[in-house]
């Protein structure tokens, strides 16, 4: 069974979250809920939950110390962190001290939640050699998500257009997952699930597969350089970019123009 505890200083925030685990999945425990920081901090000491499902902002201490506090006890605890959109650079610096998952408020959906604690205890389970119960939150998760299919397949494929819309605008950039992953507020692991859920394509693979597409366009109606070219398409090392474009093209990007270019015809 997954012990969870609840922190947020909102009381709707607080009610609906007991009510969401309660009635989702019966393997799921709430040992705990606080209202503030330090409660949370007291709360999980004594408890010692599995999940900590903590605002990142709360009186008497803010949900990064009270997580820093609470891993220096219990190293093994998970977080998933709630965030408004104000809160965004917040919420990153919370993923890099160790949070799991963040959730902005104006999205939060059962749906995600019993998700992401669907893997976790997936993970935990892997980790530690426990007794598996995934099937039963992935089956919640499952009923969940069938109740909500068309609201959250809308959500994630609103997600994933301002994603896309991004790439394309800045692909002759260093981008990264991360970067990315930011401008629609994700975590950058939420992310690329979604992002091959959605597209059928792993993030780096669209990201290669697109840049090359339009440097191919430019070696064949433009006298640009290769070394122009790769740069233009987000690449800063030249002979990587060739190597990259033999591979995923079958053709290296000198043989590519000497072959299309509409003056080799």
């Known amino acids: 069974m997954l012990r969870i505890v609840i922190a947020d200083d909102e009381l709707p925030i607080r009610e609906w979250l007991n ?20 409660q949370a901090h007291e709360l999980a000491v004594k408890e010692k939950p599995d999940v900590v499902i903590m605002d990142i902002r709360m009186p008497k201490m803010d949900g990064i110390t009270a997580m820093k ?3 220096k006890v219990l190293p093994q605890t998970e977080f998933v962190i709630l965030t408004n959109y104000a809160d965004f650079s917040y919420a990153k ?11 902005l408020k104006s999205e939060l959906r059962s749906s995600e939640l019993i998700e992401i604690l669907a893997k976790i205890e997936e993970d ?20 969940t998500l069938t109740e909500y299919s068309g609201e959250h397949n809308d959500n994630n ?13 800045h692909f002759n950039k260093a981008i990264s997952l991360a970067d990315v992953a930011g ?11 979604l992002f091959k859920e959605v597209t059928g394509e792993n993030f780096s693979i669209y990201l290669i597969n697109y840049r090359l597409t339009h440097a191919r366009t430019l070696l064949i109606n ?13 690449y800063q090392n030249p002979s990587y970019f060739s190597r990259l ?4 093209m079958g053709i290296t990007p000198e043989d590519e123009r000497r072959k299309n270019s509409p003056k080799a015809k």
Do not use: W
């Open 222 to 234: 433009t006298d640009f350089k290769i070394t122009d070219i790769a740069y233009r398409v987000g």
């Open 183 to 193: 401008q629609v507020y994700r975590s950058p692991e939420y992310f690329s699930r």
């Open 69 to 71: 506090n609470i891993k």
């Open 19 to 38: 009510y969401c685990l309660k009635d989702k999945n019966t393997r799921l425990e709430i040992v705990g809920i606080a209202s503030d920081g330090l």
């Open 93 to 103: 610096q919370a993923i890099t001290c160790g949070a799991k998952e963040y959730i």
């Open 245 to 248: 474009y033999k591979k995923y």
């Open 124 to 143: 935990r389970s892997k980790q530690y050699d426990r007794p598996r119960i995934a099937d039963q939150l992935e089956r919640a998760a499952q009923k």
């Open 157 to 169: 494929n609103q997600f994933i257009e301002k994603a896309l819309i991004y790439i394309h605008e």
